[in-house]
């Protein structure tokens, strides 16, 4: 009872931020007609993503690097439909504390498609993660419909085949988010998409040092990897 209650307020929060975003911003971001690519954001109800976490956090005050390693869940229990008549895919997200342990509930979000757009709505956060159709070198600021810094996603490659991890998949895209690197910051974003499956990998960088040549330094910041291990259609 208490899980279906808070499922409720996730689900009014979020259709709220959506209906007040949507009135409030005009869409820059102007496709073409007919075109496709929705492959690479699957939204069917029952769509099951298991990605392993490899995860690495470092405390430059505490002079630690920790590592850790675990799955997360993504799975699409529910569909919604705003006033305007756009569908959103709610999405259940849990995970372990290994990569043997039971799947325990974290958080829902919301991912869908409007106006040539994938985004995902995830702690009252929207983000644009793919724009249609996903071709070479476009590009897109993918904080367009939120409060925060403008941030620009670039595709800058797709490949026909693809092997991540062990498995090949076929025609995926690579989205840069983020690519900077000097001697004392380093900050890297990339998603892989693959058509019909969705994301398939993710890294996520982020550290800085104060020293510039000291290579025994601590960073302090993260360095996390998600890497697709199942996919249920």
Same mark, same amino acid.
């Given at each position: @009872?208490? /899980? *279906? !209650?808070?499922?409720?307020?996730?689900?009014?929060?979020?259709?709220?931020?959506?209906?007040?975003?949507?009135?409030c911003r005009k869409n820059a971001i102007e496709?073409?007609?007919?075109?496709?690519?929705?492959?690479?954001?699957?939204?069917?109800i029952g769509n099951t993503w298991i990605y392993q976490v490899d995860s690495i956090d470092y405390d430059a005050f505490a002079k630690t690097i920790d590592t850790f390693r675990f799955l997360v869940k993504q799975e699409i229990v529910d569909t919604i439909i705003d006033n305007q008549g756009v569908r959103s895919s709610i999405v259940?997200?849990?995970?372990?504390d290994s990569l043997n342990g039971a799947f325990v509930f974290d958080r829902? @979000?919301? /991912? *869908? !498609?409007?106006?040539?757009r994938a985004e995902v709505l995830d702690s009252n956060v929207r983000v644009i993660n793919l724009v249609f159709p996903p071709s070479l070198y476009k590009y897109w600021d993918a904080n367009a419909y939120n409060t925060k810094n403008k941030e620009e996603y670039e595709i800058l490659e797709e490949?026909?085949?693809?092997?991540?991890?062990?498995?090949?998949?076929?025609?995926?895209?690579h989205v840069v988010q983020r690519d900077e690197a000097f001697k004392t910051l380093r900050n890297y974003g990339i998603e892989k998409y693959a058509e019909d499956n969705g994301l398939i990998y993710a890294r996520q960088i982020f550290w800085t040092?104060?020293?510039?040549g000291d290579?025994?330094?601590?960073?302090?910041?993260?360095d996390y990897t998600y890497t697709l291990k199942s996919f249920e259609k």
């Open positions: @009872m208490i /899980k *279906r !209650i808070a499922y409720i307020s996730i689900m009014v929060s979020m259709i709220t931020v959506l209906m007040v975003e949507m009135g496709p073409r007609p007919n075109d496709f690519g929705y492959g690479y954001f699957p939204l069917n259940e997200v849990s995970r372990t829902n @979000m919301v /991912k *869908r !498609i409007t106006a040539f490949m026909s085949t693809e092997i991540i991890d062990t498995t090949m998949y076929v025609n995926t895209l040092k104060k020293a510039i290579t025994t330094e601590i960073p302090e910041g993260y």
